[in-house]
């Protein structure tokens, strides 16, 4: 099997800040690709990147073979259908119900009757375990029901790639676990290629089949599971271990304290 | 030498935000043929619209009240007060209509449509709208954009008639005018090419600046929400001002040479 997305030595930058320097990943077909690293460093960048809705300064995107970069604004759209992102806030829409948010892209995109989308939105819905709230609100719904639920309408085109952003933020551990199976097992059940990016680290080492940890501009290391928990760089041991200080430093950079607060003189 | 690298970034800013708000403009304007989108612009006509109503004929009932108050008093200081039912009816259709129920709608309907799109962005909806291939201007933009347009012309036309028959209210009912006179003149004196024509064209004019305005500080609002709070300010104050300003330059165009 070949690979779903391939970026090849993108460069990205937002006003003078770079965020990416180089940076190359590959997503293969079928599997579950986990990509990590600190709060703020672009992870949800890299899923717009993918997406089209931003354009790498230098460097390729490109999703089943085709370049991402250099797509017409038609030919983008038409591609976007064959993949969905499931947004770190759920995104659902707040005027429509869980049922009209989960048949929403069936309505856009396909001519079928209300009955098919009615019965294809609640098998959707039973694979995430909402079928019993389809006439409820997103402002009725707890944080990890609207993911779920939004899980639901990504899915409902029968998607090629999903992205997950930030898919386990500020979950309760059963809400966890319930996604973190929901992952596995859509992207196996529906041949799924999935690309999750977090900082959950346990989480993630569970279910990924491959990871990437981003930091400091570039990849600082990839590799599975189980060469990622072995792996000598003083990096990726603070990142897996959750170490106060390290290479990553605890201080924003600042002049010295004594410097600044006495001139010196203590 | 900051000063002057300041200007010209504060007017570069500028200009690439007019770019930007011309782009969605068009993007908003040719996205009208969609069958899909009329329901999605009739639900958005209630809701800029119809949902407007209560404050533009209120607003309108009492500023015919006054006006013809404030009218009786000085024509009937030179036996005119005859003349009170064109006075209104021509203030109304030619100024007040179009301005007064323009800067209402700013405040009540596009504050609204500013909050709204810029949640929508702070929430994330536009962005999942993209990545679920829907166009959001498509979506989004062009129906809040087009029921604009529609109402705020009827709107007007509501405001002014409303306007029109407080001022009877109060000129013929309570102050004692002629009922004749003041329909008779104001049927002789209303010209329908010069005063309302031109009246329905102010108001479209002030409808597509305002809902413009509001879409566009929506659609580009810095999405937390001091950005939200800021842009609904905005959509306000800029769209009263660019309401006001050419209010005086079509009245200029439409009356002022003759």
């Known amino acids: ?266 | 030498m900051n000063f002057f690298q300041q200007v010209g970034a504060n007017t570069l800013a500028r200009l690439t935000s007019i770019g930007r708000a011309a782009l969605m403009l068009f993007g908003a304007i040719f996205a009208m043929p969609s069958l899909k989108n009329i329901p999605l612009t009739i639900r958005q006509v209630y809701v800029v619209g119809v949902q407007s109503l209560l404050i533009i004929v209120v607003s309108g009932l009492f500023i015919g009240m006054v006006m013809a108050l404030q009218g009786y008093t000085i024509l009937v200081g030179y036996g005119a007060e005859g003349s009170l039912g064109p006075m209104v009816a021509l203030s109304l259709l030619r100024e007040l209509g179009p301005v007064v129920t323009a800067l209402l709608f700013a405040g009540r309907a596009g504050s609204a449509l500013t909050a709204e799109i810029g949640l929508m962005k702070a929430t994330e909806q536009l962005s999942s709208l993209e990545m679920m291939a829907v166009d959001p201007l498509r979506r989004v933009v062009a129906p809040r954009f087009w029921a604009g347009l529609f109402s705020m012309p009827a709107l007007a036309m509501i405001f002014s008639a409303v306007g029109i028959l407080g001022g009877h209210l109060v000129g013929v009912d309570w102050l004692g005018v002629d009922s004749g006179s003041y329909w008779s003149l104001m049927q002789s004196t209303v010209e329908l090419q010069k005063d309302v024509i031109n009246g329905v064209l102010k108001s479209l004019v002030f409808a597509l600046v305002v809902t413009w305005i509001a879409i566009f500080k929506g659609y580009d609002s810095v999405p937390t929400s001091e950005g939200i709070s800021k842009a609904t300010t905005e959509t306000v104050v800029f769209s009263s001002l660019a309401v006001l300003g050419l209010d005086f330059v079509l009245t200029a165009l439409m009356f002022g040479i003759e």
Do not use: C, W
């Not at chain 1, 003078?16 to 992870?43: F, H, L, N, Q, W």
């Not at chain 1, 999703?63 to 064959?82: A, G, P, Q």
């Not at chain 1, 294809?120 to 039973?126: F, G, N, R, S, T």
């Open chain 1, 1 to 266: 099997m070949g690979n779903l997305v391939e970026i090849d030595n993108i460069t990205f930058r937002r006003g003078e800040r770079v965020i990416y320097d180089g940076v190359s990943i590959v997503v293969p077909k079928g599997k579950i690709t986990a990509v990590m690293g600190p709060s703020g460093i672009g992870k949800t960048t890299l899923l717009k990147l993918i997406g089209g809705q931003l354009a790498p300064e230098m460097g390729d995107i490109r999703f089943d073979s085709d370049s991402i970069v250099s797509m017409s604004r038609s030919e983008l759209y038409k591609t976007r259908r064959r993949m969905s992102m499931l947004f770190q806030s759920g995104a659902l829409f707040t005027d429509m119900t869980v049922h009209d948010n989960v048949a929403f892209p069936l309505r856009e995109h396909t001519k079928l009757d209300e009955d098919i989308i009615s019965t294809i939105v609640a098998l959707k819905l039973q694979a995430v375990g909402l079928r019993g709230a389809a006439q409820m609100k997103p402002s009725e719904l707890s944080g990890g029901m609207a993911r779920r639920a939004a899980l639901a309408r990504s899915i409902s085109l029968d998607p090629d790639l999903i992205m997950y952003d930030e898919p386990f933020a500020g979950q309760d551990p059963i809400s966890m676990g319930v996604l973190v199976k929901l992952i596995r097992e859509l992207n196996d059940a529906l041949d799924l290629t999935s690309i999750v990016v977090t900082h959950d680290v346990t989480e993630v080492l569970t279910i990924a089949d491959y990871i990437y940890i981003l930091a400091d501009k570039r990849i600082i290391g990839q590799g599975t599971a189980d060469e990622i928990k072995n792996s000598d760089s003083a990096l990726v041991q603070q990142f897996l271990k959750g170490e106060a200080d390290g290479p990553v430093p605890f201080h924003y950079p600042a002049a010295d304290l004594n410097e600044s607060l006495f001139g010196g003189k203590a």
